[in-house]
């Protein structure tokens, strides 16, 4: 049981181009994150989904695409990366929020440097 | 709008002191509270939770926090070091919004110990 698992651990990029970070869970959960993490800022949440096939919009969405197209994987992509994209990336899965007892679970964590 | 204030930005303590690090939340109705460590270059390990009922809550590792409702505090305590405690500790509150429970996340609390 692997948990969560982010693909690539470190990644740079030069301004404007494309990647896609993956994140892949083994509980069954339905609900999965992405957030960023920036120093003194905590982390803010870019999306989410509450199940295959859907997405929605976080607190910071803009630059960032995702998809939701198996319920264990879940894909960020940045289409044109610019430097303020340059962060911590960590995906999170929980069960159904309806639940009072639902805690995220995260993954590793990937690096990206944009330069 | 909901928000977590760490105070602490850095704390330094020795091995086997006695450890607190606050965390004051601003939300309008009965939070959810964690408290989450992010070893170096790790990803995010729940420490303990709160959703109801007793005030005082044990976690994993000896760490324990208390929810003060008039201070709207959720205190993250340890009465004994060790080394292995140093990291970053971050609190959250869950806001259930939409079907799932959006976490907001303090700026962190970056420990030190000295042995």
């Known amino acids: 049981n692997a948990g969560v698992t982010q693909t690539p651990k470190f990644r740079v990029l030069k301004t404007g181009q494309s990647m896609t970070l993956l994140c892949a869970q083994d509980?069954?959960?339905?609900?999965m994150y992405w957030y960023r993490q920036d120093p003194g800022m905590g982390l803010r949440l870019i999306h989410y989904s509450v199940g295959e096939g859907t997405t929605a919009k976080g607190e910071v969405p803009d630059g960032y695409n995702v998809s939701r197209l198996k319920k264990q994987n879940f894909l960020l992509g940045l289409e044109s990366a610019a430097p303020s994209q340059t962060s911590v990336y960590f995906c999170a899965s929980s069960t159904q929020g309806l639940a009072d007892q639902e805690t995220q679970y995260f993954g590793p964590g990937t690096r990206l440097l944009v330069l | 709008a909901q928000s977590v204030t760490q105070p602490d930005i850095h704390i330094t303590v020795s091995e086997g002191a006695s450890l607190e690090l606050r965390c004051n939340y601003s939300y309008g109705a009965t939070p959810y509270l964690f408290w989450y460590v992010q070893s170096p270059g790790q990803g995010l390990q729940l420490l303990l939770k709160y959703f109801s009922g007793d005030t005082l809550v044990q976690g994993i590792k000896g760490f324990e926090a208390e929810f003060k409702r008039s201070q709207s505090s959720f205190n993250l305590r340890k009465p004994s070091v060790h080394w292995s405690d140093a990291a970053e500790y971050f609190c959250?509150?869950?806001?259930?919004?939409?079907?799932?429970?959006?976490?907001?996340f303090g700026a962190g609390t970056r420990l030190a110990v000295h042995p």
């Open positions: 509980m069954n959960h339905e609900y």
């Open positions: 959250a509150v869950g806001a259930p919004r939409g079907g799932y429970n959006k976490l907001i």
